[in-house]
């Protein structure tokens, strides 16, 4: 999937294109975040936060490439940075294990967008369905513990096809949905996209998407537009790791229960 570097003018719909009414040369640098002393005591959202002041007096509507991982996990991020940003999400997720989910994730996040309001345009773009890349990118790590190394990779992964699309088209920043779960692990996922933002000549918008309420904001949005959520992230060994979880919890439940059972039954002998 190849996006034009001069955007104008053009959007993308699935692996096509509409206009978005930008002008390369019209653009203005990027604003950049401030970054803190390491890594790991780096506050991405008070970085996002002091972006967007400067935005702000700028008056400018930056072009933002999204990439997300499910409707859910966009919603509250669609919601928050639609009000700064015009945004085009890019629904790209080869760690998906069935084409029948990919699809599925695919229409509601497109019914998501076209029923929620947004101050700033924002369009969808769906990826191809390309398991075989993640399969191929997971070899030799089916074994590595949920949040490791093989999540990491999978992060990349699809990080680095954003990252290269935003390039081709031109936007001024890039960044991903994935930051919003409790599970993900945010400094990891913004080390990789500033490094790819180096590799690729895009800002990466700095991003913790679980703060401020943000994570409990994305389940109220869930509800109220009537949003799929699952347990997993859709691959095959998150899959699998779920249902261990569930089998240990049932036979956990299972033993407390004999033990209670016995308990009582041992009171009516006394």
Known sequence: MMIPKVIHPIVFTHMGMYDLGRRQNMRKKPVR????????????????????????????????????????????????????????????????????????????????????????????????????????????????????????????????????????????????????????????????GEELGEIYGVFHLPSDFKKKNGYKRSIELSGEYGLYRQNYCGCVFSKKEQERRMQEREREAKTRGSAQEKQRNSGKTL
């Open 33 to 192: 975040a401030g970054k803190g002393n390491t890594l790991n005591n780096r506050n991405y959202q008070r970085e996002l936060d002091n972006l967007i002041e400067n935005i702000k007096k700028e008056e400018k509507t930056p072009t933002l490439f999204l990439h997300s991982c499910c409707a859910p996990c966009s919603s509250y991020v669609l919601e928050y940075l639609s009000e700064y940003f015009e945004i085009t999400v890019f629904f790209y997720n080869p760690n998906i294990s069935f084409r029948e989910l990919y699809v599925k994730r695919a229409g509601l996040l497109r019914r998501m967008t076209e029923e929620m309001n947004f101050r700033h345009p924002v369009h969808v773009v769906e990826g191809p369905y390309e398991p075989e890349k993640f399969f191929r990118m997971a070899k030799g790590l089916e074994d590595v513990p949920e949040g490791g190394e093989r999540c990491f990779r999978c992060y990349r992964l699809r990080m680095e096809e954003a990252a290269k699309l935003a390039r081709e088209g031109n936007f001024d920043y890039f960044t991903t949905t994935l930051s919003i779960s409790p599970l993900k692990n945010a400094p990891k996922i913004n080390e990789i």
